[in-house]
């Protein structure tokens, strides 16, 4: 796998892409996850809209940019916000309007483990971690991520 097949998988913000059931050929077969995912999408299973990520779509997964990717990719030339002298910073920070729905809201966690772990481990763990946090199982703060 090559290192751009790699970046593709993980945004710059850390959500592993490749996990979710709205990406291309993705590795979530949890039909618990996909149906959740099609009620918070308000389609069917089968009419699930298609998501290319960030990195696809040059920052623009729903058609506007996403701050998050200009800041990190388009102004500052990283490839991961953790790289950025300023993480973490406000453009992180959680969602809470939604917030029980809005897998992106693990932002600064995401990021640190893939820090910790570099790309490979994370990629690697990337598809159980979203299947948990889509679940709702996620780690409790002050609770140790089984890695």
């Not at 993980?10 to 949890?30: H, I, R």
Request: proline letters at 6%; one cysteine or more; glycine letters at 8%.
């Amino acid at each position: 796998m090559t290192n751009k097949d790699k970046l593709d998988m993980v945004s710059p913000c850390g959500y592993y892409c490749y996990g979710c059931p709205l990406y291309p050929n993705t590795t979530c077969t949890d039909e618990v996850v996909i149906d959740n995912m099609a009620k918070r999408a308000n389609a069917s299973i089968k009419n699930l809209p298609v998501c290319k990520g960030c990195r696809a779509t040059d920052g623009k997964p729903r058609g506007s940019l996403c701050p998050t990717y200009d800041c990190c990719v388009n102004k500052r030339g990283l490839e991961f916000c953790y790289e950025c002298e300023d993480f973490p910073c406000l453009k992180l920070a959680p969602v809470s309007h939604g917030a029980a729905v809005r897998t992106h809201n693990s932002k600064i966690y995401n990021l640190l483990m893939l820090k910790r772990l570099g790309i490979d481990a994370y990629i690697e763990k990337g598809n159980d971690w979203w299947i948990l946090y889509a679940r709702g199982k996620h780690p409790v703060g002050g609770d140790d991520a089984q890695i």
